[in-house]
C-alpha cells in the first residue's frame, strides 16, 4: 500500500497538470501563459514533498516494518530516487550557471559606446534593466541573454559585420525583451524542474511550450519598440540562411529559438501581430486560479493518504479511523 500510494500521487500531479495543459489551449497573453506553465512545472513538488515526508513519519512504523518486503523496498527506494533525481536536476542547473557565466567572461569583451548606447535607449523603452553588451570573436550567428544579477546581451562579431544598423537594433530589442521578461531567470528555474521532474512527460510539454512562446513574445516586444517588423524578420532570415550553410547550426539557436519553425516567426512578423500583454486583472485570475489548483492538488493528496493507509492504521489519519470504525 506504500507503493501505492507514491505511485498514486504521482498520478495525481500527472492528472492535474494535464488537464492544467489542456487549459493553456484556452489562454491568452504570454505573461499570463508562462505563469501557468510555471505552476504546471512546480506543481510534481507537491508529490516529492509527501513522498519524503510519508517516508519521515512512516520509517520505523510497525505498519511499514510489518509491510511485505517488495512493499517496504519500493515504498523507500521511491521517494528516495525521485529526492536524488531531484537533487540531481539542481546541481546540473547550478553547474550550467556557473560554467555559462566563466565562459562568457573569457571569451566575450565589452561592446563598442555607440552599441551599448543603442542598447540603454531601447532598454529604457522597454522598461527594462539596462543590460551589459558584449562581443565575442566569432564567425557564425550568435545572439543570447544571460545572467541572473547583472543582465547581459552577448552578440557574435558575425551579427555586427554581416546584419544593417536596423537588422542589428531589432535583434538587440529582441534579446533585451529577454531582459524584460526576466527569461534568464525563469528558462533557468523552468530548466531545474524540467530536470528535476524529468520523469514526467507534462513538465517536458510545459517546458517545451515555456520555451516556444518566449521566442514569440520577444518578437513582439521587439516590433512594438522598433515599429519595424520587417528588419527583424530580415535578420531572422540572416540568421537562419547562415545556419543552414554551417555544421554548427545550434550556434543560432539562441535568437531562433529551439525547435522554433523560423517560417512562422518571419510569418508572423510580416503580419505585424498587436502585442498581447494580457490584461492585469486577468492575470491575477491565473495566479489564484494556479495557487488554488495546488491547494486543491495538496487537499487530493491529503485524502489520497487517508484512503490507502488509514484502514490499515498507518498514517497521521489512523486515529480518526479507528475512532469512526
Given at each position: 500500500?506504500?507503493?501505492?500510494?507514491?505511485?498514486?500521487?504521482?498520478?495525481?500531479?500527472?492528472?492535474?497538470?494535464?488537464?492544467?495543459?489542456?487549459?493553456?489551449?484556452?489562454?491568452?497573453?504570454?505573461?499570463?501563459?508562462?505563469?501557468?506553465?510555471?505552476?504546471?512545472?512546480?506543481?510534481?513538488?507537491?508529490?516529492?514533498?509527501?513522498?519524503?515526508?510519508?517516508?519521515?513519519?512512516?520509517?520505523?512504523?510497525?505498519?511499514?516494518?510489518?509491510?511485505?518486503?517488495?512493499?517496504?523496498?519500493?515504498?523507500?527506494?521511491?521517494?528516495?530516487?525521485?529526492?536524488?533525481?531531484?537533487?540531481?536536476?539542481?546541481?546540473?542547473?547550478?553547474?550550467?550557471?556557473?560554467?555559462?557565466?566563466?565562459?562568457?567572461?573569457?571569451?566575450?569583451?565589452?561592446?563598442?559606446?555607440?552599441?551599448?548606447?543603442?542598447?540603454?535607449?531601447?532598454?529604457?523603452?522597454?522598461?527594462?534593466?539596462?543590460?551589459?553588451?558584449?562581443?565575442?570573436?566569432?564567425?557564425?550567428?550568435?545572439?543570447?541573454?544571460?545572467?541572473?544579477?547583472?543582465?547581459?546581451?552577448?552578440?557574435?562579431?558575425?551579427?555586427?559585420r554581416q546584419l544593417d544598423r536596423r537588422e542589428l537594433e531589432a535583434v538587440l530589442a529582441h534579446e533585451i525583451g529577454h531582459v524584460a521578461r526576466r527569461d534568464y531567470f525563469v528558462?533557468?528555474?523552468?530548466?531545474?524542474?524540467?530536470?528535476?521532474?524529468?520523469?514526467?512527460?507534462?513538465?517536458?510539454?510545459?517546458?517545451?511550450?515555456?520555451?516556444?512562446?518566449?521566442?514569440?513574445?520577444?518578437?513582439?516586444?521587439?516590433?512594438?519598440?522598433?515599429?519595424?517588423?520587417?528588419?527583424?524578420?530580415?535578420?531572422?532570415?540572416?540568421?537562419?540562411?547562415?545556419?543552414?550553410?554551417?555544421?554548427?547550426?545550434?550556434?543560432?539557436?539562441?535568437?531562433?529559438?529551439?525547435?522554433?519553425?523560423?517560417?512562422?516567426?518571419?510569418?508572423?512578423?510580416?503580419?505585424?501581430?498587436?502585442?498581447?500583454?494580457?490584461?492585469?486583472?486577468?492575470?491575477?485570475?491565473?495566479?489564484?486560479?494556479?495557487?488554488?489548483?495546488?491547494?486543491?492538488?495538496?487537499?487530493?493528496?491529503?485524502?489520497?493518504?487517508?484512503?490507502?493507509?488509514?484502514?490499515?492504521?498507518?498514517?497521521?489519519?489512523?486515529?480518526?479511523?479507528?475512532?469512526?470504525?
Open positions: 500500500m506504500h507503493t501505492l500510494l507514491g505511485l498514486s500521487s504521482l498520478l495525481l500531479v500527472l492528472l492535474g497538470s494535464a488537464l492544467a495543459l489542456g487549459l493553456l489551449r484556452r489562454l491568452g497573453g504570454w505573461a499570463l501563459r508562462r505563469d501557468m506553465q510555471l505552476v504546471i512545472l512546480v506543481a510534481p513538488i507537491v508529490s516529492l514533498t509527501l513522498g519524503l515526508g510519508g517516508l519521515h513519519h512512516f520509517v520505523g512504523r510497525a505498519c511499514f516494518m510489518s509491510a511485505p518486503t517488495w512493499d517496504y523496498t519500493l515504498g523507500v527506494a521511491l521517494p528516495l530516487t525521485m529526492g536524488g533525481i531531484a537533487l540531481g536536476g539542481l546541481a546540473l542547473g547550478m553547474i550550467r550557471l556557473v560554467l555559462l557565466a566563466w565562459v562568457m567572461a573569457r571569451r566575450s569583451v565589452p561592446a563598442e559606446p555607440q552599441l551599448q548606447a543603442v542598447a540603454d535607449a531601447l532598454a529604457e523603452r522597454l522598461g527594462a534593466a539596462r543590460p551589459q553588451v558584449r562581443l565575442c570573436s566569432y564567425d557564425r550567428p550568435l545572439a543570447l541573454t544571460y545572467g541572473l544579477w547583472r543582465p547581459t546581451v552577448l552578440l557574435s562579431t558575425w551579427m555586427v528558462i533557468w528555474l523552468a530548466t531545474v524542474l524540467r530536470d528535476a521532474f524529468c520523469y514526467l512527460p507534462t513538465s517536458w510539454a510545459a517546458y517545451r511550450q515555456l520555451q516556444h512562446e518566449k521566442e514569440l513574445a520577444c518578437d513582439e516586444l521587439a516590433v512594438g519598440v522598433t515599429r519595424r517588423p520587417l528588419a527583424l524578420a530580415s535578420a531572422l532570415t540572416k540568421v537562419w540562411q547562415q545556419a543552414l550553410e554551417g555544421p554548427r547550426i545550434g550556434t543560432a539557436l539562441s535568437l531562433l529559438g529551439a525547435g522554433e519553425a523560423i517560417e512562422g516567426r518571419i510569418t508572423r512578423l510580416l503580419d505585424a501581430p498587436p502585442a498581447s500583454p494580457g490584461a492585469p486583472r486577468t492575470r491575477l485570475f491565473a495566479l489564484g486560479a494556479g495557487v488554488a489548483g495546488l491547494a486543491g492538488l495538496v487537499a487530493l493528496q491529503a485524502v489520497n493518504v487517508a484512503v490507502l493507509l488509514a484502514p490499515m492504521g498507518c498514517g497521521p489519519a489512523a486515529p480518526l479511523w479507528r475512532v469512526f470504525v
